[in-house]
């Protein structure tokens, strides 16, 4: 892409990616940075004002490699680069907590922090682009992942040795870069691609202290300034600005926003996500309160720098502030009355701190036992290992909102110091029976659910999945999968049933008259035994010497056998046929159909499908000599989503997983593929069966048999 910037034409960065999930390339995405969705506007304004200049620009193809599962030690790896670069705060381990990391920060508190910036069973890719004026060509990789529930995002990319968040990555993790601001005329301007110019930024000076020439910063609306909607670099040290008014240039060059092809990139071909009406940890309320007080005194000034695509306004905006409410209701639960948890001090006692995890561990066991009623151990699998207990039974149920309070809530600085400890006095209290397995492990053997502690426990506000730690590692609204269960997947406990129907053919049509049906309509086989039994007794073809022979007539000769199989053959030459066969043989002739029927769902309310039935399959194969993977493909038809499906797995195996597209579906309907690390071909089944999923509709590929070991 080119602009006019001094009267001459001049390339500017443009990041085509193609991606493919096999070895072949094929076709994926188009990713831009900076003024790239105004591409096509820019350049015909380019040719208006200097044909002569101008000419269209190549379309330089650039590629990526498949997206592959990054490595648990690449993932902490690149995580702890992001925390080093960008400054985050780390929270401290006090002496006599337990293990460090070797520089005296909390393991427990790095790790919740980790997953909320690259989470668990993220993918990677490496690409190759050109950018700057010579179109020098650089590599660079791109990191997808999906938090518990959710759809997998593009949530960083590395280029040239630095990674820039993407707003996903924002919108879940407040505070990690500067926060600029300017009025929404202006951001849907820089939505456009358009850079920030200086007379644009609102709510200062002052102006964070983050926001120096070269760093990373994002931009989000005075209207909603708690939600970056804009991820920019500066072009000037926006920190040092003692006013703006009057002040020409760039500020902020765009790199990334709401609404580019990132924003909208998505494996599965679903549409971009929405941007939270608020989130909480970005600003604090004095400094909301000012910014609204602003907004009806910024005026900026025209330019004459619109050659340069920065934003020229000349009018003056006013704003107003809409900061919502973040807490919600555990899915799955009823709207029942709550209970105010206090969590906005710094530091809790031990007697605060233990009030708060054992809450949480009631929680979660009465959010089980309300969401799984009709199943006995209300979805839980026993034994429960200890960590299970803590990583889905009570960290999902913490009231955290930031990692300082994640660092302040953990197991370590209870009285108990541990989980074995933990579970032991819930034990004691005869809320569950527990049992020490060797190597001094603790698992959860059965739990008392009609226990009034549990019965009767009031549910309090938890953090929506919008806030930081509301999905990682605490806080996490309900959404955490417990011992295989995941709140968030709608399939588990449906009801499938899957109908076989039959159409016959035109040469048919006279059997079906005798019965007055339509041979335009589809049966099953109980309802297709009656019309050619009416038929037969209309045309007296039942043989004088055999009650269970039918003889042929010139319909059945010509539209049932054709003579093209030696057992037509033998039936022409006979002249009759047994009962059980002619009627086998004409549902064979029927064109197949198939419905899959949901719950309480009807034949009259499904559309049925021509053809068989798919199955589900599952590919077990070696990988890297003697490392067996499983893979399962084809859920979506039998309403199943595949991401919750593989964070199931994920616990239930103890395995790492990941989903992509299968190889060789259709980009518009694409067929997503999980593969779990493991011989779990059993897990996998049972996982199904929860879902409603006959062993029957399930086929296996084991192509690690007859391989030496």
């Known amino acids: 892409m080119y602009v006019i910037r001094d009267g001459v034409v001049q390339p500017l960065f443009v990041f085509y990616l ?42 330089i193809e650039n590629q990526i490699k498949a997206l592959a599962p990054l490595r648990s030690s690449d993932r902490r790896k690149i995580a702890d680069q992001i925390i080093a670069e960008y400054g985050i705060e780390v929270p401290k381990q006090g002496p006599g907590e337990g293990p460090e990391n070797g520089n005296g920060t909390s393991s427990i508190g790095v790790g919740v922090i980790r997953n909320s910036l690259l989470p668990e069973n993220s993918l990677s ?71 920030l110019m200086t007379p644009g930024l609102a709510g200062g000076p002052p102006f964070p202290a ?11 609306s005075l209207e909603k300034p708690s939600v970056p909607i804009v991820v920019g670099v500066c072009e000037i040290d926006v920190a040092s600005l003692q006013e703006v008014k009057g002040v020409k240039g760039h500020a902020v060059r765009g790199e990334h926003w709401d609404g580019d092809e990132i924003w909208a990139w998505s494996q599965a071909g679903g549409a971009g996500g929405k941007a939270p009406e608020a989130i909480d940890g970005w600003e604090d309320s004095d400094r909301l309160d000012g910014l609204k007080e602003q907004v009806s005194q910024v005026s900026i000034e025209d330019s004459d720098d619109e050659g340069e695509g920065g934003v020229p306004v000349g009018n003056s905006f006013t704003g107003s502030q809409k900061v919502a409410e973040q807490n919600n209701f555990v899915e799955g639960e009823d709207g029942q009355p709550f209970e105010e948890v206090e969590v906005d001090r710094k530091e809790f006692s031990t007697k605060d701190i233990d009030e708060i995890f054992w809450k949480a561990f ?39 909102t930031t990692p300082q309070q994640a660092a302040s809530l953990n197991i370590k600085k209870t009285s108990w110091k541990n989980a074995k400890k933990f579970i032991k006095a819930f034990d ?12 001094g492990e603790c698992v959860v053997l059965d739990i008392d659910w009609e226990d009034t502690a549990i019965t009767s426990f009031v549910p309090y506000k938890l953090p929506k ?16 999968i417990s011992a295989g269960i995941s709140p968030s997947d709608p399939s588990i406990g449906q009801r499938l049933n899957k109908v076989d129907l039959y159409k016959p ?11 007055d049906a339509s041979h335009h309509g589809l049966y099953i086989p109980a309802e297709l035994r009656p019309i050619v039994t009416a038929y037969i007794e209309s045309e007296n073809l039942i043989s004088d010497t055999n009650k269970r022979l039918v003889n042929l007539n010139p319909v059945l000769a010509n539209a049932v056998f054709d003579g093209s199989t030696a057992l037509d053959r033998e039936v022409l030459a006979k002249g009759s046929v047994p009962r059980d066969a002619l009627i086998d043989r004409i549902l064979k002739s029927c064109s197949p159909f198939w419905v899959l029927l949901r719950n309480d769902e009807t034949r009259d309310e499904v559309k049925a499908h021509a053809g068989h039935a798919p199955k589900i399959s599952i590919t077990l194969e070696t990988r890297s000599g003697n490392k067996t993977v499983t893979k399962l493909s084809g859920v979506e038809t039998f309403y199943i989503p595949p991401q919750p499906m593989a964070e199931e797995l994920q616990k239930t195996c103890a395995s790492s997983t990941s989903v992509s597209q299968l190889a060789g579906s259709s980009p518009k309907k694409p067929v997503m593929e999980v593969m779990v690390q493991g011989p779990q071909k059993d897990a996998v089944i049972k996982a ?3 879902r409603g999923v006959n062993r029957q509709w399930v086929e296996v590929n084991d192509k690690t048999k007859g391989k030496k070991k």
């Open 428 to 439: 004691k209290a005869q809320l569950l029976k527990s049992k020490d397995r060797d190597g």
């Open 125 to 195: 890719a490496r690409f190759t682009t050109t950018a700057g004026k010579d179109l020098k060509q650089v590599s660079g990789t791109v990191y997808v992942g999906a938090h518990p529930g959710e759809e997998q995002r593009i949530l960083w990319i590395k280029l040239e040795d630095r990674l820039l968040p993407t707003v996903y990555t924002l919108w879940r993790n407040p505070g990690i870069i500067a926060l600029l601001h300017t009025p929404n005329v202006v951001l849907q301007k820089l939505r456009g691609g358009a850079d």
């Open 210 to 220: 983050k926001a120096t020439k070269g760093s990373v910063v994002a931009i989000a």
């Open 688 to 690: 199904l069966e929860k």
């Open 362 to 400: 009631l929680y979660g066991l009465h959010h089980y036992r309300n969401a799984n009623k009709s199943d006995p151990q209300h979805g839980l699998n026993f034994p429960i290992n200890q960590s299970a207990v803590i990583s889905n039974l009570v960290l999902p149920f913490l009231p955290i």
């Open 505 to 515: 053919r035109e040469q048919l049509a006279s059997i079906f008259a005798a019965s």
């Open 18 to 59: 193609r991606c493919s999930t096999t070895l072949q390339t094929v076709n994926f995405s188009v990713f831009k940075f900076g003024f790239v969705s105004a591409q096509r506007h820019v350049q015909e304004e380019a040719k208006r004002r200097h044909p002569r200049a101008h000419s269209d620009c190549p379309l």
């Open 465 to 480: 999945k919008d806030t930081v730690g509301a999905e990682s590692g605490g806080g996490g609204g309900g959404k955490a």
